[in-house]
């Protein structure tokens, strides 16, 4: 778990240094099909007027799921990557 802190504070840095906000965010998810993973991301990001975009694989066993989002700052990126590694299987790219 202490890695995953160390990640998202080198993450908050990044953004910072590099992102001007409020601004769009672009959220790249891997999820199998197995279950109802791909609702659970789009709930996620119902509000706030999020793109969200699919693309199954093709084997037909996973789906792409790409989201562009408008945000405050680099807290509220890393809050929803918190909670999107809450999903079973997902991956974040």
Request: charged share 30%.
């Amino acid at each position: 778990m202490q890695d995953r802190e160390a990640f998202y504070k080198k993450l908050k840095a990044q953004l910072e240094d590099t992102t001007k906000f409020p601004n769009e965010y672009l959220y790249k998810f891997i999820v199998p099909t197995t279950e109802n993973q791909e609702q659970e991301v789009k709930d996620l990001f119902t509000k706030g007027g999020a793109v969200i975009n699919t693309k199954k694989s093709k084997n037909g066993k996973y789906i792409s799921i790409s989201i562009n989002v408008k945000l405050n700052n680099a807290d509220e990126v890393i809050s929803y990557y918190k909670k999107a590694e809450k999903i079973k299987g997902i991956i974040s790219l």
